[in-house]
């Protein structure tokens, strides 16, 4: 199976569960997980496909300060991809774990995006980790490179490890300016392959009842999985 089947094969399980919203049984008799193939990239071979052109608004994000911006799907593609190309030229390589320790904001969704496009994994954070969470995070998480805002860069001062810093925002060195994205020439098409078993996310669990522990979703079950959310929350196109 080709990477374009295997994208047919996702929206054909996605337009089932669209189509058959307010009709439980029928959903159940029709849908069934899609067979994405051996190869399959969510960022590359789903989001930018649909993405090309299109102007429709993908995130729109309101402040508590009265500002209310808005991002295409074809804005998120190219913002990702200049991303892309900057995070690879700092050292981001597929198979690196990436923390990802930002709030709601642009940045977050476009460095999930990159880092997918690259064959990196990423490693979500909330930005209410302290330096102790920090330092069991980086280190049993393998990490091997940061992105976040430069008011959290002192939670990572004192944390051993030779990890790469991205912040958003004016940091000391050796922390390497996000921004730097933005005069970044996006590439024409990216060369990534990955498998749909290779790892593209890890998280932590909450930890109630003992140390967090490590969750691994592939690219084959994280975005396949969301099919299931989107039916459940009511999510349909628009």
Do not use: C
């Not at 058959?20 to 960022?43: E, K, L, M, Q, T």
């Not at 980790?129 to 393998?142: I, T, Y």
């Not at 593209?200 to 930890?207: K, N």
Request: charge should be neutral; charged fraction near 25%.
């Amino acid at each position: 199976m080709d990477r374009t089947t295997g994208r047919e094969a996702y929206r054909a399980a996605r337009d089932i569960l669209v189509r058959h919203r307010d009709d439980y049984d029928a959903a159940v008799a029709a849908f069934h997980w899609p067979d994405i193939g051996s190869r399959f990239n969510w960022a590359l071979d789903w989001f930018d496909p649909v993405a090309a052109g299109n102007l429709r608004t993908a995130l729109r994000i309101m402040g508590e300060n009265g500002t209310d911006d808005s991002y295409s799907f074809a804005e998120m593609a190219a913002r990702s991809d200049r991303l892309t190309t900057s995070l690879a030229a700092g050292g981001v390589a597929p198979g690196d774990r990436v923390m990802v320790m930002l709030g709601n904001q642009v940045e977050l969704w476009e460095s999930m995006l990159a880092v997918m496009k690259l064959g990196a994994v990423i490693m979500p954070a909330t930005t209410a980790l302290g330096p102790k969470d920090l330092v069991d995070r980086v280190g049993r998480g393998e990490v091997r490179h940061v992105i976040t805002n430069a008011d959290q860069v002192d939670k990572f001062a004192e944390i051993p490890g030779d990890f790469g810093r991205i912040a958003i925002g004016d940091a000391p060195r050796p922390w390497r300016p996000y921004r730097l994205a933005d005069a970044a020439a996006p590439p024409s098409r990216l060369a990534t392959q990955t498998a749909a078993d290779d790892p593209m996310l890890i998280y932590f669990t909450s930890g109630t009842t003992s140390r967090p522990k490590l969750v691994e979703h592939p690219h084959r079950s994280y975005p396949v999985g969301h099919l299931s959310t989107m039916y459940f929350l009511g999510l349909r196109p628009g």
